[in-house]
Every structure is written in structure tokens, then in C-alpha cells.
Nanobody
Framework: QVQLVESGGGSVEAGGSLRLSCAAS????????MAWFRQAPGREREAVSR???????FYSDSVKGRFTISRDGAKNTVYLQMNSLKPEDTAMYYC????????????????????WGQGTQVTVSS
């Protein structure tokens, strides 16, 4: 059974850092476009970042310059390094894997992803 498992969430003060990890079983992440989404209470889930199979990255405007997505093929893991965290970054963070071709405008659509993790909570206090 394919599973994506996120870890690394927690509670930090504004300005702090966290590194989220997304590990997979029964799935080679190198074959997929990987993305991180987040969902804050009362809000829709939004795309945060993605990394293509070739390693090309993209970020939403709200996290650009603060977050870095990367992948480690040997560990079959994708990371999201989050620096200079703000209270508005508080959310449940999900990783997702997709294999359909995506464009600049479609990569952020949930329907483009086949596998999802259960999420890890990030709470940033002011």
C-alpha cells in the first residue's frame, strides 16, 4: 500500500525554522512531481511549493525566499525547509505526489496529485 508520511512539524516562535520531511513506502518519489500543500483552519488547502522530477522548483508568492523544497533520492524523501516562519504559516502541511504533466498554472491543483500524506501540523506563535 502506497503511503506518504510527513514529519517534522511542531510549534515554533515567529522567525524560527522547521524542516518537514515526506517519506514514501511502496513508491519511488524520484518518478513523481512532488509538492507541499497547506491548510489553515477555515481556509482552503493551498499549494506551497513543488519540485519536478528533474529538480525544478516553484514556490507560491507567500513563501518565496523563505521556504526551500528539495529531494533526496537515496533516502526516497522530499523536504521542505521553512525559515523566517510567520504566524500566518500556521497550518497542516501535506505532501503530495503527481505523475501527470503539469504546467506553470496547473501544478498547484489538487487534482494533479495521486498520492497524499496525512499531514503534519505547523504552529507559529507571535
Amino acid at each position: 500500500q502506497v503511503q506518504l508520511v510527513e514529519s517534522g512539524g511542531g510549534s515554533v516562535e515567529a522567525g524560527g525554522s522547521l524542516r518537514l520531511s515526506c517519506a514514501a513506502s511502496e513508491l519511488s518519489l524520484a518518478k513523481y512531481r512532488m509538492a507541499w500543500f497547506r491548510q489553515a483552519p477555515g481556509r482552503e488547502r493551498e499549494a506551497v511549493s513543488r519540485i519536478s522530477r528533474s529538480g525544478t522548483t516553484f514556490y507560491s508568492d507567500s513563501v518565496k525566499g523563505r521556504f526551500t523544497i528539495s529531494r533526496d533520492g537515496a533516502k526516497n524523501t522530499v523536504y521542505l525547509q521553512m525559515n523566517s516562519l510567520k504566524p500566518e504559516d500556521t497550518a497542516m502541511y501535506y505532501c503530495a505526489a503527481g505523475d501527470a504533466p503539469a504546467t506553470f498554472t496547473t501544478w498547484s491543483r489538487e487534482a494533479m496529485y495521486v498520492y497524499w500524506g496525512q499531514g503534519t501540523q505547523v504552529t507559529v506563535s507571535s
